[in-house]
């Protein structure tokens, strides 16, 4: 059973935001039994991530990592045909791909596969006009008490 969710209530109130509507619409439509091959997504610092993926059987020769606009594709494809008879085969060898949203300034730094781990390094660099920064306060003279209180007058006009 799919739930729906209607966004057009938060739409009539926001501006700039139907991105972030669009992921949520999108990531409700996801198979939920698509959990193959197991990740886990850490943050390793305060901008910087880690996806390491269990990936046991493939070579990096087979895995192809994918960064385009904001999308993070892992595709993994085996070669060559396998004539090995297996009495028992527990140890999945299928082809896959997977999707990572990523958000705005986070860019791929780095991937390594050992031991069965693919881990793929990210990083959120922010542009220097967006970071933070401190408006330094200018201290105004103060008029004199008795200037303070002088109006201007113009000219009176008859009507």
């Known amino acids: 059973m799919r739930t729906s969710f209607d966004f057009s209530p938060l739409s009539r109130s926001s501006v700039g935001f139907e991105h972030l509507f669009d992921l949520l619409d999108s990531a409700s439509r996801l198979a939920p039994n698509d959990n193959w091959p197991p990740y886990d997504i850490m943050r390793v610092g ?6 390491a993926m269990s990936v046991a059987g493939f070579t990096p ?3 192809t990592i994918t960064h ?3 999308m993070l594709t892992v595709t993994g494809a085996k070669t060559g045909e396998d004539d ?3 009495l028992y085969r527990g140890i999945a060898a299928r082809n896959f791909e997977r999707r990572f949203q990523l958000a705005d300034f986070v860019s791929v730094t780095g991937a390594n596969l050992a031991n069965g781990l693919l881990k793929i390094d990210l990083v959120r660099e922010l542009p ?3 970071k933070p920064r ?4 200018h201290q105004a003279e103060a008029l004199p008490a008795g ?3 002088k109006q201007i007058e113009g ?3 008859a009507a």
């Open 134 to 137: 401190r408006i330094e306060i």
């Open 147 to 149: 200037e303070a209180s």
């Open 128 to 130: 220097e006009q967006m």
């Open 155 to 157: 000219e009176k006009h």
């Open 84 to 86: 090995t008879e297996y």
């Open 68 to 70: 385009e606009q904001q």
């Open 46 to 51: 305060e901008n910087q991530y880690r996806i």
């Open 61 to 63: 020769d087979e895995i």
